[in-house]
Structure formats: C-alpha cells, structure tokens
C-alpha cells in the first residue's frame, strides 16, 4: 500500500535529526521548475503564489539562492504544518521511519512526488499555481501529467488517500481499473444539521494523526486504516463504501 499526503507550506531546513538518504525521484524536472522560478521577478512571484509581500520576498530569495532542487533535509522532517505536527516524525522508532519510507509519499507541486528520505530544499510552490499563457507549461497539473500516478503505482496497486483534493487530482484523473483508490474522510456532525462536515484543521490533524497510527501498527492495507480510532474520530461503516472510508468525531 502507498499512503499520500499534501506538503505543507511552512517548511524548514533541518538536518541535524537525520541526513537524507535519497535524491527525489523527478529531480529533473524540479531543475526545470527552478530555472523558470529564478527566472521570475517578485512580482510575478507574487502572482504564481498568491501570498502577501513578506512570503513572496522570503521564497524569491530561497529560489535565488537554491543551487540546485536537491537538499539535506529529508522531505518527512522538511514541512512543519499540523498535519506533520500531529504525525511527529521526528520521535517515530527505527521501525517506523522505515514504514513511512517504504509506504508514505507526499505528492508536491515542485518536487511531484517524494518519499519521507528524499533530500530537499524549503520552497514555496502549490499545485495549483499558474504560470500564465506566455509560459511552456501553464500550470503544474500539465506540467506534471501522469508521472506522478505512475511513480506512485509501479510498485503497488493500493493507493491510500490522506491527501487534499488540490493534490490527489494530480493522481484519481489518472486511475485505472487495477489500482484501488480509498479516500479517508474526517467529518462531524453539525449539532444543528446533523449533517457532517469536514473541518480543515481538524482533517489536518487527524491525517497525521492517521499515518503515525498506521506507522506504529504496521498496516499493510488500507482497511488497516479502519481501527482508527484517535482524536474522538473512529470509523463509520454505515457511512463508508469500498473508495470512501468515513470517520465521524464523537
């Protein structure tokens, strides 16, 4: 099985836990993304990541600086989002790292795909941005294509999805009918509604919390991912179906 996750946009450069092991697998084409990103001025910068000044300042001067897209930092210890807070790579055991190195990729709109021991360098660059009509690729999802579903299906067929749909687009438009794509789903029950509805930061929280359970339980599978049973969340059957397992906050 191979579990995915979103990056995180807060990132840092850290690699005194551990050194990186492996070169991201579309080095290349990350190259090719730096060049054009070098290439840009603030301005434009500002354009492709719609974030304010002071963001948009601190990434222009990490794309000026970067020599090349490889790094030390291995991908896993890199993002400091919730999702990654709540999974805390950085206390997981010999065995768990190595879980999460054979199971967990995190799909990336610079790097498309990497696993936890792929060195890389902070940057800042969302799949869904958009370089504009004059540019060879206008956005990350034609530049990307079907490169990364097919790194992630040519040694498993299982796909676990823990990703945002930003990102796991980049992989469902792709599936065919031997791969098995399950999608986790985090909701609560509106107390007015009774409807459920899905929380960003608690998705978050609760996607990290995911990979740290599987990585100390060892699945193999994604109906591993059914005991879940953290954060007030646990599994609902009658809610689930074969693509969709839904866990409801009591």
């Not at 699945?219 to 007030?232: H, M, N, Q, V």
Request: with cysteine; glycine share 6%.
């Amino acid at each position: 099985m191979k579990i995915i996750v979103s990056p995180a946009k807060k990132m840092r450069a850290a690699d005194d836990w551990m050194a990186a092991e492996t070169v991201p697998v579309y080095i290349n084409e990350a190259e090719t993304l730096l060049k054009k990103l070098k290439s840009c001025t603030e301005p434009e910068l500002k354009a492709i990541f719609k974030a304010n000044d002071s963001i948009t300042h601190e990434n222009f001067i990490r794309y000026r600086d970067m020599q090349r897209a490889g790094g030390p930092t291995p991908a896993l210890l890199a993002y400091v989002g919730i999702q990654y807070q709540y999974m805390a790579p950085q206390v997981f055991s010999a065995a768990q790292w190595q879980y999460v190195c054979r199971n967990l990729r995190i799909l990336s709109g610079f790097y498309g795909i990497l696993r936890p021991s792929d060195g890389i360098m902070p940057y800042r660059l969302e799949m869904q941005a958009k370089f504009g009509a004059d540019a060879p690729v206008s956005d990350l999802y034609s530049f990307w294509g079907d490169k990364i579903y097919r790194e992630l299906v040519c040694e498993d067929k299982e796909i676990l999805n823990l990703a945002s749909k930003e990102y796991s687009r980049a992989v469902e438009k792709y599936l065919e009918p031997e791969v098995r794509f399950v999608t986790c789903v985090f909701a609560e029950r509106d107390e007015k509604t009774g409807k459920l509805k899905t929380k960003a930061t608690e998705a978050k929280m609760a996607r990290g919390e995911m990979v740290r359970y599987l990585a100390e339980t060892g699945g193999s599978g994604p109906e591993a991912a059914k005991g879940f049973d953290r954060l007030g969340f646990s599994y609902e059957e009658s809610l689930s179906d074969p693509a969709n397992y839904v866990f409801v906050k009591k």
